[in-house]
C-alpha cells in the first residue's frame, strides 16, 4: 500500500505536468477560455493536495499534541491551519 507522501508526491508531479502544458499552451497562443479552464484544474488539483496535507496534519500532529495534553498548541496548530486554507 502506498504512503500518503507517495500518494502526494504522484499528485505533484501530474500537477507539474498540468503546468507545463499550460506554458505551452501560452506559447502556442491557445484561446484564453481554454487556459483559463486549465489553470482552474491546476488550482483544484493543488487544493486537493493541501486538503491532504491538513487532514494528515490534524489526524496526526494536531490529535498526538491533545493527547499529550498540549491543547493551546494543538488549538493553534488548527487554527494556523484553517488560516492557511482560507488564503
Known amino acids: 500500500m502506498k504512503s500518503i507522501n507517495e500518494k502526494l ?3 505533484l508531479k501530474i ?3 498540468q503546468v507545463r502544458g499550460l506554458q505551452e499552451m501560452i506559447k502556442k497562443g ?3 477560455v481554454d487556459v483559463i479552464t486549465q489553470t482552474s484544474a491546476v488550482k ?3 487544493s486537493g493536495v493541501e486538503d491532504a496535507l491538513m487532514e494528515q496534519h ?3 500532529c494536531v490529535a498526538h499534541q491533545m493527547q499529550e495534553g498540549q491543547v ?3 488549538t493553534a496548530e ?4 484553517y488560516r492557511l486554507k482560507r488564503k
Open 30 to 32: 491557445v484561446y484564453c
Open 78 to 81: 488548527v487554527l494556523k491551519v
Open 58 to 60: 490534524l489526524a496526526t
Open 44 to 46: 483544484r488539483a493543488l
Open 72 to 74: 493551546p498548541q494543538a
Open 15 to 17: 500537477v507539474e505536468g
Open 9 to 11: 508526491v504522484r499528485r
